[in-house]
């Protein structure tokens, strides 16, 4: 069975410009979530979706960022205009039992210059 | 409000020793879950362990094991005979069931093991 797919893996952009990543739970599960992880602040959840919901957007870090689960096999994450501190590795997962499980993806790199 | 604590930043320790990563966490609810997740150097997220915090009976897999205390709020993970191959950043995580579906995760600690 394929995991949780996540695009692009890497991604190099100037400041200023719009980014999107991608992801593709895994089928069947209902619950999804982005994580940012950086250095400094280590893993931080940035917001969750329950059949294609949004739950909890409270670590989404200011308006620049937009999520949205169109169904239940995709979602999107948004940056405009992104910013050089935005640069951390993006992190989706998938489950589907109240506390069970997350399975991540392999992460999409950012980088912003 | 939850929060992990793993004080190790970094460990080093030579092959065959044991070590034990330390997990420290805090929260309001009765009920809920406690993680083990694993990153390698190749950046993944490795699912290690799953425990509820109604089961405090410790749980050893192979090398691996966890000690779980509530009485302590900790949830210690500890490799015996350790392997280059654990080398990893170690995370502990928290879920509180009822009052949010959130895994929030501690600052992880770097285990180097060095041949």
């Known amino acids: 069975d394929a995991g949780v797919i996540q695009s692009p893996r890497h991604e190099v952009t100037e400041m200023g410009q719009e980014v999107t990543l991608r992801c593709k739970p895994i089928?069947?599960?209902?619950?999804l979530f982005w994580y940012r992880q950086t250095m400094m602040r280590g893993l931080e959840l940035l917001i969750y979706f329950n059949n294609n919901v949004p739950i909890d957007d409270s670590g989404m870090p200011e308006d620049r960022f937009s999520a949205k689960m169109p169904n239940a096999s995709f979602s999107t994450l948004k940056i405009q205009p992104s910013e050089p501190r935005d640069s951390a590795v993006y992190f989706c997962?998938?489950?589907?039992?109240?506390?069970?499980?997350?399975?991540f993806g392999e992460g999409s790199r950012l980088t912003v210059l | 409000a939850q929060k992990v604590t793993q004080a190790q930043t970094e460990i080093s320790v030579v092959e065959k020793e044991d070590v034990t990563l330390d997990c420290v966490y805090e929260t309001r609810d009765t009920t809920y879950y406690l993680f083990w997740y694993k990153q390698p150097p190749s950046g993944e997220l490795v699912f290690l362990i799953r425990?509820?915090?109604?089961?405090?009976q410790n749980e050893i897999s192979g090398r691996y094991s966890w000690n779980f205390q509530k009485s302590t709020s900790s949830f210690n993970f500890t490799i015996t005979a350790s392997q280059v191959v654990d080398s990893a950043v170690y995370f502990c995580?928290?879920?509180?069931?009822?009052?949010?579906?959130?895994?929030?995760f501690g600052s992880g600690t770097r285990l180097l093991v060095r041949p």
């Open positions: 997962a998938s489950t589907t039992l109240n506390g069970g499980e997350l399975f």
């Open positions: 425990r509820n915090s109604f089961d405090e």
């Open positions: 995580a928290l879920s509180e069931v009822y009052s949010s579906y959130k895994l929030i």
């Open positions: 089928s069947g599960h209902d619950y």
